[in-house]
């Protein structure tokens, strides 16, 4: 399936194990340097012929330094049109496409300077750069180059189901670009044009620019982090998730429990027909975040990685969770507690109309205990570094009990427990001045009981943190 735009022809996702040597096909005839690898295998497409060979020197999160080479393939006429308001000029007779490989390399490779230099621009592109179009070509190079960067990062691995995700495509919003992923090596994204263009504004390219090349120079720091990562530092985190969760339960609790927002049947019809207010009020707020780079985090999981856009930024985050089991998360338990469980604990019946303010809310609630739960991934790597030969046997014979016997830790579970109790009496009393307090019975009224919040951590946050944990665990080898 294909359909023609003003940039080109842009393709639907296909399917099946065909879809490598599928979508090479399709490249082919649109003139998009495609290299299909992994289940396809099939190579660089003889049918293009690179004009230029350039380089993209990028540092991944984890440190390490790739080189990501880009090969100007030349091709004929498929792709014409207009670019960014500009009538773009081909290089050459035909239309100019690119393909990226990305590989890598040792870090001895030399860093780069400004973006020109960066992406190795081919020197008919810069010099051309006088007029709108020449400007326009130097541009798309730009942000195809950025596009590299974050896709080098591995990011845009949330794809539109598990099919497609076994077979590394990714369908931006508007289904222009095209990525695939090796997955034995290095993602190998191939960008079927410069989608950016068509998407972001002059001022905001520079920026987005600027930042793919700073995320260089911190690169040094993110080998410093992740040189930090240990159990005590991932229970410090824990510890601070606490005061975002309690906080994020005493605001929710400032509104009823308002069930219209919860009620399909209250929200406008159409083609949201199906979802409630605060389902749409989440899709909507997770595309934004996504955009903003939110879930380049892997300490973020969305929870509805379906509609999910490609972020705008590029990636800062080090890596440090075995990509095997990176991706595991508790998020569906997580939303469906939180409605049918949680929910009627902490807000008194009723209805104020305030539906917005409550699903708002109620999402800051979802996102902080998801934070929370779904780092269990990071808890169970650090102790998996701490003794992998304890793991080791557990995880080969896919021992579930075994893992959980062997991560849990009764003590550290009472002292949460009992810190998130006293939080909830600290964070949610009313504070008083000059000794008046409105409250004049002698029992302290709280904003959110604190027995809820033990129980919803006995209950709820402990038990789905250690399954997550058990859950990353049996993919650690893989
Ligand atoms: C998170 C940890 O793993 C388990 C889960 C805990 C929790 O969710 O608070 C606490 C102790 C462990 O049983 C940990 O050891 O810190």
Redesign the pocket.
Known sequence: MHRNTAEGRIYDKSSGDNKCTTIGADCRDAGVGCRTTGRGGRGWDRRQRPLYSDRVVAALPDGCIIIAVIQIAKNHGLIAGKHNGCTETPLRAGSTTKAVEITNVQPSEPTVGTPESAVGLPEEAVEAGTGDNGRCTVQRWLHEATAVLRCAAGVEKRDEDEESTRFGYWPSRGGEIYIWEEREQKASPIINQSYMTSMVSRPLFYTFSFLSFSCLCSCKQLQEMASQFN?ES??EF?TREEDSIVFSLIERAKYPSNLPAYDPSYSTGGAFRNYSLLDLFARETEAVQARAGRYRNPEEIPFFPKVLVLPLVPAVHSQVLHPASASVNASNAIWKMYFNRLLPQFTAKGDDGRYALAAAADLVCLQALSR??N??RF??EA?FRDAPKDYTSAIRAEDRDALMRL???????E??KSRVEKKAKVFGQDVIVNNISKNESSRPKYKVDPDVVVHL?GDW??????LV?VEYLLHRLD
Do not use: F, M, N
């Open positions: 159990l991932v229970r824990l929370r739960i780092y269990g808890v169970a102790k991560l849990t830790s009764a003590a550290q579970e002292t949460v951590y946050v402990i038990p789905l943190t250690k944990e």
